[in-house]
């Protein structure tokens, strides 16, 4: 079994920023990508911003200059540094994991997702 918890979403102004967490937990043998992608009402999940292998960082033309993932390899964690929060922002953020299970068996994992909502 494997959980992915979020934490640090709530309700920010413009301009605001919110740090969000979220820690990979469970059978993992080893995890390949980590990543935050968000629904809003009425639209399709999309990637925010995500780290394969490490070293390899992806951002969605919107988070570019504003957003800042980063990960601790050593708590199986990704965090999502957001600046300059605009109310198009807002969100159901939903971290994600591309991992190894003890078992040998790869596995895309979803977390339960962390509401953002940004006021203008």
Do not use: H
């Not at 937990?25 to 980590?34: D, L």
């Not at 990960?71 to 109310?87: C, E, G």
């Amino acid at each position: 079994q494997v959980q992915l918890v979020e934490s640090g979403g709530g309700l920010v102004q413009a301009g605001g920023s919110l740090r969000l967490s979220c820690a990979a937990s469970g059978s993992i043998f080893s995890i390949n990508a980590m990543g935050w992608y968000r629904q809003a009402p009425g639209k399709q999940r999309e990637l925010v911003a995500n780290i394969i292998s490490g070293n390899n960082i992806n951002y969605s033309d919107s988070a570019k200059g504003r957003f800042t993932i980063s990960r601790d390899n050593a708590k199986n964690t990704v965090y999502l540094q957001m600046n300059s929060l605009k109310p198009e922002d807002t969100a159901v953020y939903y971290c994600n994991a591309d991992l190894l299970t003890t078992a040998r068996v790869y596995l895309n994992s979803w977390g339960q997702g962390t509401q953002v909502t940004v006021s203008s």
